[in-house]
């Protein structure tokens, strides 16, 4: 069976962008446009998001945060978690490692690289 | 969805070629390396985002060119006339490639086509020169690519990266793709080293041993170790930081890191280190006069901005268009309720309105030195082919103008300075004899005078000949041999359809439009252009444009009940007019007034407009600035001067040339945007 990802963006673009490309290379692709949407497709469906990628700076609810209500949840806290954003503090990226991120994707990135990552994460 | 990226990818994409271009047309005057690296970063930077959104040929071919580029970096030949020409046609076919990424043109396809095959040759030959190079000075060829970063504030590293478990090439782990962005920086030297086959045997397996890295960049150790930390179950990684400036420059260190390379080795840190250290001194005080210079050129660049959609933009604007129109809806409720702290609400809203219009309109403006890059080429391009040497200045070039205004000024202000190089600069040869310098030049400026702006575009050359433009007019049938002009309108015959003083037709002058679509086309906008020349001092096109197109300053005026607008910045003056006084004028002298001791022919608009009934006993005559105080436009009553949106007018009143647009007026009636340009039609 195909993966599914669910993409958290506060920007329509951004996830259209993703979505197309993911969507092209065999992915199946949720959406959601802020962290609590997030929150409640992950409960509402925990068996069929396999991987959450998601951006850091977002209004309300940032990745950091969306993070840490995923990993606190028992129900869901094994989904694992990438962020994909632009952010580059090092002690945000820490902070994020220790709150249980599975990998951290710095924009932009390259394609073929983004796949193996995902691919890596999904394994 | 696909459209509005590739719309995206094809803008950024398009910056960056402007860019590329205009390196290379820098370097033509001055071959300075430094605008060679520009250029190829340029390219190196389409290329990445083209194979980020996928679109492999238009990257593949970016990719060529930018091979190119790469050995003039290496100094392995120079691009010289003959050379520069074809590489600026490369960026052009990337240009159109750019709008059509899919090759769905069958001649754009073919171009390119054979263009590949022309830079695959030329790749063939720079590899031989390569091989050349390599076989004189021996030397280790590590291969390093530039980044994009700029090389300020650099560090230099090693790190050593041991995997835990079993990682072997091609295995798709993300460690390999980390480890290729770092091979693709300008300063990072990469060794892989894989697992031998048996203890001592020189084959070796697909197992990675250790991998190695130097590296000078401009990270900290802090953001140089978090790239690791998520694969620290599967690696041990190790960052030494090794100096706080660039080491990989130096020939000792270069020596060392290809030693260790062939012999397989890790690096020893303490023997680094010492090496380093007899380096430092002398390193020291050069690194730090290279930084000055460096932070200096960053500066400059540092401004920072956000791309936005031109369709939000847009939005923006009618929104703030409908806030215009209410605002005047709301003035006249205060007129009629008069109540103080109605009225200092109303206020508060229009010195906001005003603010917010203001804003917004300027964040559509676009500045015309974004056009410079093209003019450059053109002026660079028709003087290579006519055998002439010319130099485009930009003294002053600080306007910005709306999107849809560059657009229309783009061709006609093309045409002209294709114009000037070709009959404005004089040959080489004409220009000795004379005793002008051989180069000839063309200053390009741009100003605000009123609420106008002014364009100029001025040639050194031979200036224009008004015996010959006569004579030529008379020869196309364009004025009768008897008819009297004066300089100005002898002048303005250039612009007539059909003319062209070119005694024998070029490539050059022949292409593209001709000079009476520049004048129709700056008409469109509400733009005039006019000639300044003299017999060999040169010749002078200046252009006024009004600021924007979309929201002006107007008078409102009446005329049998219906509302006409006069743009602001046209008016002259208004003076008032007696129906006895016209009425005497109308028997005399073909309806001339005497005012002010001038004599004034009278437009009456009602007349034209073909508006029955009487005319009131006072009327308001209109002065504008195009016609002096020769000529004034009559309405019935002037109401006072308001902020008007101005929307397209629909097909019923397309015929209707002296019209430029409708609006809504406060109290939600229609009003006519009157054409000053086109006024003089009525007559």
């Known amino acids: 069976m195909d993966s599914t990802l669910l993409i958290v963006d506060d920007f329509k673009n951004i996830r259209d962008l993703l979505t197309n490309t993911l969507e092209r290379k065999g992915f199946n692709i949720i959406t959601a446009e802020h962290g609590k949407a997030a929150i409640e497709l992950l409960k509402t469906q925990p068996k069929e998001i396999d991987l959450v990628l998601s951006d850091y700076n977002m209004p309300e609810m940032n990745g950091q945060q969306l993070l840490e209500a995923i990993k606190s949840d028992q129900s869901i806290s094994d989904i694992p978690v990438a962020f994909l954003t632009t952010e580059k503090d090092p002690s945000k990226i820490r902070d994020a490692k220790k709150a249980g991120l599975d990998a951290w994707i710095s924009k932009p990135y390259k394609l073929d690289a983004f796949i193996n990552q995902i691919n890596h994460l999904l394994k | 969805m696909d459209d509005d990226m590739n719309k995206l990818f094809a803008e950024e994409a398009g910056d960056q070629l402007d860019a590329a271009e205009e390196a290379l047309l820098k370097y033509e005057k001055d071959p300075n390396s430094t605008y060679i690296e520009d250029a190829f970063r340029a390219l190196h930077t389409i290329k990445g985002a083209a194979y980020m959104f996928d679109m492999l040929s238009l990257g593949n071919y970016a990719h060529k060119i930018e091979n190119i580029l790469d050995g003039v970096r290496e100094q392995l030949f120079e691009l010289d006339s003959q050379k520069l020409p074809i590489i600026l046609n490369c960026l052009d076919l990337l240009k159109q490639f750019l709008q059509d990424p899919q090759l769905d043109g069958k001649d754009l396809r073919a171009e390119i086509s054979d263009s590949s095959i022309l830079l695959d040759d030329w790749q063939e030959e720079i590899n031989e020169l390569n091989r050349q190079k390599r076989a004189d000075v021996e030397k280790p060829l590590f291969s390093a690519e530039p980044n994009t970063e700029e090389s300020e504030n650099l560090n230099t590293y090693y790190l050593l990266i041991e995997p835990k478990n079993e990682v072997s090439d091609g295995d798709g782990h993300p460690m390999h793709d980390i480890i290729a962005e770092f091979k693709s920086k300008e300063f990072c030297y990469v060794t892989t080293h894989h697992k031998k086959l048996d203890e001592d045997g020189t084959r070796y397996t697909e197992q990675i041993k250790h991998w190695d890295l130097y590296l000078a960049t401009t990270e900290t150790y802090e953001e140089l170790e978090v790239n690791f930390i998520f694969y620290e179950d599967d690696f ?35 023997a680094l280190k010492k090496t380093v250290k007899s380096l430092e001194d002398q390193l020291k005080e050069q690194n730090e006069t290279d930084n000055k210079k460096d932070s200096q050129q960053q500066n400059k660049r540092k401004q920072k901005y956000l791309r936005v959609p031109t369709h ?53 403006l676009v500045p015309l030195d974004s056009l410079l890059v093209k003019f450059k080429r053109l002026v660079s391009d028709t003087a290579r082919e006519l055998e002439k040497s ?247 009553k002037v109401v006072g001067q308001i902020q008007t949106v101005i929307k397209p007018l629909g097909e019923v009143a397309k015929n209707a040339d002296y019209l430029s647009g409708s609006t809504i007026l406060g109290d939600g009636s229609v009003g006519l945007v009157l054409d000053p340009n086109n006024l003089s039609n009525l007559n």
Request: hydrophobic residues 35%; contains cysteine.
């Open chain 2, 236 to 270: 041990n990684i190790k960052i030494h930081h090794i100096a706080n400036y660039n080491l990989l420059t130096e020939d000792k260190v270069l020596e060392r890191i290809k030693k260790n390379q062939e012999a397989d080795e890790k690096e020893d840190i303490s």
């Open chain 2, 312 to 364: 939000k933009i847009e939005k923006l604007i009618n929104g703030i268009s409908e806030l215009v129109t209410a605002k005047s809806t709301l003035d006249n409720f205060r007129k009629t309720f008069n109540h103080s702290e109605f009225t200092g609400v109303v206020e508060h809203i229009q010195n906001v309105t005003d603010e917010l219009r203001d804003t917004v309109l300027s964040v559509s």
């Open chain 2, 390 to 636: 010319v130099t485009l200045h930009s003294p002053r070039i600080e306007t910005e103008m709306d999107k849809k205004m560059i657009d229309a000024i783009s061709d006609p202000l093309m045409h002209l300075f294709r114009n000037c190089v070709d009959h404005g600069i004089e040959s080489p040869d004409e220009r000795i004899k004379k005793g002008k310098p051989e180069q000839g030049n063309i200053f390009f400026e741009s100003y605000y005078l009123g609420s106008n702006i002014v364009i100029s575009i001025r040639d050194d050359g031979a200036g224009m000949d008004l015996a010959k433009i006569r004579n030529k007019a008379i020869e196309k049938n364009i004025i009768d041999e008897d008819t009297s002009l004066t300089d100005d309108e002898i002048k303005d015959l250039i612009f007539s359809p059909g003319f062209s003083t070119a005694s024998k037709i070029t490539g050059v002058s022949g292409r593209g439009v001709g000079m009476d679509v520049v004048k129709t086309n700056l008409k469109e906008v509400n733009g005039s252009i006019r000639i300044e020349t003299e017999k060999d001092v040169g010749t002078s096109f200046i252009i006024n444009l009004p600021l924007t197109l979309s929201i002006i300053d107007g008078l409102h005026t009446t005329l049998a009940n219906t509302s006409y607008i006069f743009p602001l910045n046209h008016i002259q003056k208004i003076e008032r007019l007696k129906r006895d006084q016209l009425m005497e004028a109308q028997g005399v002298l073909n309806n001339t007034v005497v005012i002010e001791g001038e004599q004034v022919k009278v437009i009456n608009l009602r007349e034209y407009l073909g508006y029955e009934g009487s005319i009131p006993s006072e009327s308001s005559l209109i002065f504008l600035t195009e016609y002096e105080n020769k000529k004034a436009f009559m309405v019935d």
